[in-house]
């Protein structure tokens, strides 16, 4: 069983910082891209970010110069920097990964979402 676990949502001004945290738990052989997605209401969940097993990142315009991934592949985790925050950067945010295999019998494991946390971004 894997789980992706973020942590580090919460209220910030505008023009303030967070970082979120999403840690893979289980006995990890390896995962492959990781990203973080948001999904504000009534809105369609889009892609913010995303960084690959080789550290390639790609970045949404909205948040390009403002937002930095990164991953600590010793420690199963991605991050997701946010600076000059907007209340327009306000929704839930999701951790992904397309493809994890774990140690025990080599078990793989696609499209592995985590439970999501909140940012609100306001005054």
């Known amino acids: 069983q894997v789980q992706l676990v973020e942590s580090g949502g919460g209220l910030v001004q505008p023009g303030g910082s967070l970082r979120l945290s999403c840690a893979a738990s289980g006995s990890i052989f390896s995962i492959n891209a990781m990203g973080w997605y948001r999904q504000a209401p009534g809105k369609q969940r889009e892609l913010v970010a995303v960084?690959?097993?080789?550290?390639?990142?790609n970045y949404a315009d909205s948040v390009k110069g403002r937002f930095a991934i990164s991953r600590d592949n010793a420690k199963n985790t991605v991050y997701l920097q946010m600076n000059s925050l907007k209340p327009e950067d306000t929704a839930v945010y999701y951790c992904?990964?397309?493809?994890?295999?774990?140690?025990?019998?080599?078990?793989?494991?696609?499209?592995?979402w985590g439970q999501g946390t909140l940012v609100t971004v306001s005054s």
């Open positions: 992904h990964t397309d493809r994890v295999v774990v140690r025990t019998m080599m078990l793989e494991y696609l499209e592995v």
């Open positions: 960084i690959s097993a080789g550290d390639s990142t």
